[in-house]
Structure formats: structure tokens, C-alpha cells
């Protein structure tokens, strides 16, 4: 029996993969995007930003399991990796921002945009905590770097984790969906 639950152990780690790191496609038109996200200076706040081609939203996580790629990470109050990234322009991409802070505290944004080819922007906002008050927010900002127009704003508050026998986790967090900006030509990047 235990030879059995080892084997299966190795053959469950042996299957953990880290997470598949963005590459813009080879071929097509990209834009370029740096992050400029922040997190408080402290071991337990971290960021990431993952992208995905799933459009679709529905209830809890939005983009599709094994869909999404890390864009950057964000720990120690340093952004990851540094420098403009390129980056897919002119089709539809969903950015996802989940944040953790210290007391089990949780955010998530996400949205659903189209960068235009040729342009740069940057990923704005972060965490904005408040420990002593249990207190704080997670802020998704999208600016085109060249005209400095704020495309989207979000911002949610953190949210501590339920029991972990907590039923659905849909119920876990606010969901707000997906937020899909305005399609008229001047909010559009």
C-alpha cells in the first residue's frame, strides 16, 4: 500500500509543470506592453498577469484551463520580466490580474481587449494595501504609453479567502465577469 501511494506521489509531481510563460505569436502584428505594477515590498504580496485567446466569460475563472500564459509577475515590489514585451495586436485578448496580500487576502481583475498593432502600453495599478485595517485593493490600469490615454480602469477590493470547505468556488470570490471596454473607436486601444 505504501509503495503504491509513493508511486503515485512521483507520478503526480512528475506531472506538475510550472506555468507556460506568454510568447507573443511568431508570425502577425503585435504592440508592445511593459508592466509598471506594484506591490508592497513583503513576501506574502504577489501579482500576476496571465493572457489568454478564451474570450468566452463565464462564472469564476474566465479564461479556459491550460489556455492562459504568465504575461509578467509582479513580487517584492519588482515587475517581471522588465522592458516592453511584445505582445498579440488586433485580435481579442483576455488579461487576468490576481493579486494575493498577507491574511489570505485575494483579488482577481480581468478583462477582454484588442491592442492595436504598432503601439506600446503599460499595465498600471497593483496592490494598494492597508494591513493594519485589513484592508486594501487590487487597481488594473491600461494605458496606451504613446498618447497616455487611460483605456481601462478596474479596481477591487481585496477579499479574504473563505473556509476551504467553502461549497463553489464561483462563490468565492466577487465576479463581476469579464469587463469588455466600450467599442466605440476613441476607447478603443
Known sequence: MIKTLCLASLLL?????????YTAPAQGLRAQIISQLYTPNSYSNLLSVSVSTDTG??????????????????????SRPEGYQPI?????????????????????LELITTFAAGA??????G????PAEHAGLCRFNVINADSG??????????QTLPRPDAPFIHERF??????VPA??????P
Do not use: W
Not at 498579440?88 to 482577481?108: D, I, K
Not at 490615454?149 to 481585496?158: F, I, R
Open 13 to 21: 509531481l512528475g506531472g506538475c509543470a510550472p506555468f507556460k510563460l
Open 183 to 188: 467599442t466605440d473607436k476613441d476607447r478603443q
Open 120 to 125: 506600446r502600453y503599460r499595465l498600471e495599478g
Open 149 to 158: 490615454e487611460s483605456l481601462v480602469h478596474l479596481e477591487t477590493p481585496l
Open 57 to 78: 466569460c463565464r462564472l469564476g475563472r474566465q479564461a479556459g484551463q491550460g489556455k492562459e500564459a504568465q504575461l509578467f509577475s509582479v513580487y517584492n515590489a519588482k
Open 174 to 179: 466577487s465576479d463581476d465577469g469579464c469587463h
Open 127 to 130: 496592490i494598494v494595501d492597508n
Open 88 to 108: 498579440a495586436a488586433n485580435t481579442p485578448l483576455h488579461l487576468v490580474m490576481a493579486g494575493t496580500a498577507s491574511a489570505s487576502r485575494v483579488c482577481e
